[in-house]
């Protein structure tokens, strides 16, 4: 099985940081990596697929990179709505997600 | 507009099964393949399996296997989760995702696009 790790799992930020998210793989997944954000009570939300591809309404605002083992979801300007946690996923094989990364208000 | 709707909550005891079912709608049901994942706080997002609803084929995770069954109804477009011999280890949300680009797109897999409001299970005595 393809483990995902995600840093940091807490993450204390303001309205207008910069926020990085970091995600690794324990095998190469290529570029087959999404990003979700989810919210208390809610289903996940697609942001990021194929570790870069922005989800068609997805504020630009999020963006992804990454290839191989390593990926980061970053977060230009954070807004009020961004609140949430974060969880990446792999498809390479099968399917499993990150532990998930909250961001809170500073 | 795309929809998954689950059915509702569920409490049941240690030994017993559930069966949860998630309806589709806005879309070609046949053309899309459906997974289940659960969530819980000390296991976070789970992969549990996956059906195609056209043949109705499946693989689970190899932590259920043995105890979950995913079957489909093409008449009401739903697909359903059955979990059987439930632990209070079981006691999570269940969701169903509709995996993007369809059927014609394997051998490539792909991420989820549209999910379920998600199904909360209790087991408990």
């Known amino acids: 099985d393809i483990q995902m790790t995600q840093s940091p799992s807490t993450l204390s930020a303001s309205i207008g940081d910069r926020v990085t998210i970091t995600c690794r793989a324990s095998q190469s997944i290529n570029k087959w990596l999404a990003w979700y954000q989810q919210k208390p009570g809610k289903a996940p939300k697609v942001l990021i697929y194929?570790?870069?591809s922005l989800e068609s309404g997805v504020p630009s605002r999020f963006s992804g990179s990454g290839s191989g083992t390593e990926f980061t979801l970053t977060i230009s300007s954070l807004q009020a709505d961004d609140f949430a946690t974060y969880y990446c996923?792999?498809?390479?094989?099968?399917?499993?997600f990150g532990q998930g990364t909250k961001v809170e208000i500073k | 507009q795309v929809q998954l709707v689950q059915s509702g909550a569920e409490v049941t005891e240690p030994g017993a099964s559930v069966k949860v079912s998630c309806a589709a709608s806005?879309?070609?049901?046949?053309?899309?393949?459906i997974h289940w994942v659960r969530q819980s706080p000390g296991l976070g997002l789970e992969w549990m399996g996956i059906i195609n609803p056209s043949r109705t084929t499946t693989v689970y995770a190899q932590r259920f296997q043995g105890r979950v069954t995913m079957t489909r109804d093409t008449s009401t477009s739903t697909v359903y989760m059955e979990l059987t011999d439930l632990r209070s280890d079981d006691t999570a949300t269940y969701l169903c995702?509709?995996?993007?680009?369809?059927?014609?797109?394997?051998?490539?897999?792909?991420?989820?696009?549209?999910w379920g409001q998600g199904t909360l299970l209790t087991v408990s005595s």
């Open positions: 995702a509709r995996e993007s680009a369809g059927l014609t797109a394997r051998p490539s897999t792909n991420h989820f696009d549209y």
């Open positions: 996923q792999q498809y390479n094989n099968y399917w499993t």
């Open positions: 806005g879309y070609a049901f046949t053309d899309y393949y």
């Open positions: 194929k570790a870069s």
